[in-house]
């Protein structure tokens, strides 16, 4: 893959480790329906978006969707956002990036208002130019990710789409990317298999925080 100036990444199992936040607000949502989930069970909810785990997943109607999704971020909004630790290497990474001229985005299935108090927590906002996440009521990512994706970049004002990579831990960024005609790199670090990532198209994986650096910094 040639070097990029553009790096879209996603947040959740790519820059930071959500694991115990997002699990436990899925248990804290599910308990509501008398449904108890071990915590290690929601794991492979990380990354798609959060509706569908409920309609597609939990069989759940339109209404007792939505009244899980209001669940759901009833206990994330409160606690379970910090409930997650960034990487290690992950804000080194960044700074490199940004010290080498590259225009960096952000591109989340997670609610933007949400998105932002974790970037601030953790100080990462300070290396993005833009950051796309879904509304509240979900019309963004009923599509999957392309449309985050194709937010993204506007935002950075990118029309040349071989200048941009994609980076992300699960089918849906890679796809996403894939629809929107770019690359995409699969981190193994996050809560995608090889196979997942492999099977839907991305171009290249990194084990590692360390791997992934080499390769964006090409």
């Given amino acids: 893959m040639r070097s990029k100036s553009v790096v879209i990444f996603d947040l959740d199992g790519t820059l930071t480790d959500p694991r115990e936040g997002i699990t436990r607000s899925y248990q804290y949502a599910l308990a509501a329906f008398g449904i108890h989930e071990a915590l290690d069970g929601l794991t492979q909810f990380i990354g798609p978006p959060l509706r569908a785990v409920f309609s597609e997943h939990y069989g759940f109607s339109p209404a007792d969707t939505e009244r899980a999704t209001a669940k759901f971020r009833e206990y994330l909004f409160e606690t379970g956002l910090f409930e997650n630790t960034v990487y ?10 940004r010290d080498r001229d590259k225009t960096l985005a952000l591109a989340t299935n997670k609610v933007l208002t949400c998105t932002v108090r974790i970037l601030e927590h953790f100080r990462l906002s300070r290396y993005f130019s833009f950051v796309s996440g879904d509304d509240m009521d979900g019309t963004l990512t009923k599509g999957g990710k392309r449309e985050i994706i194709r937010i993204a970049l506007d935002g950075v004002g990118c029309t040349d789409k071989s200048s941009a990579v994609m980076v992300g831990d699960r089918k849906h960024d890679v796809i996403g990317a894939r629809e929107n005609g770019l690359e995409s790199i699969g981190v193994l670090y996050g809560y995608g298999s090889r196979r997942e990532l492999t ?17 964006l910094k090409g």
């Fill in 88 to 97: 290690p290497g992950i804000p080194e990474l960044l700074q490199a990036l």
């Fill in 199 to 215: 099977d839907a198209g991305a171009a290249v994986l990194a084990e590692t925080v360390t791997e992934l650096a080499n390769i």
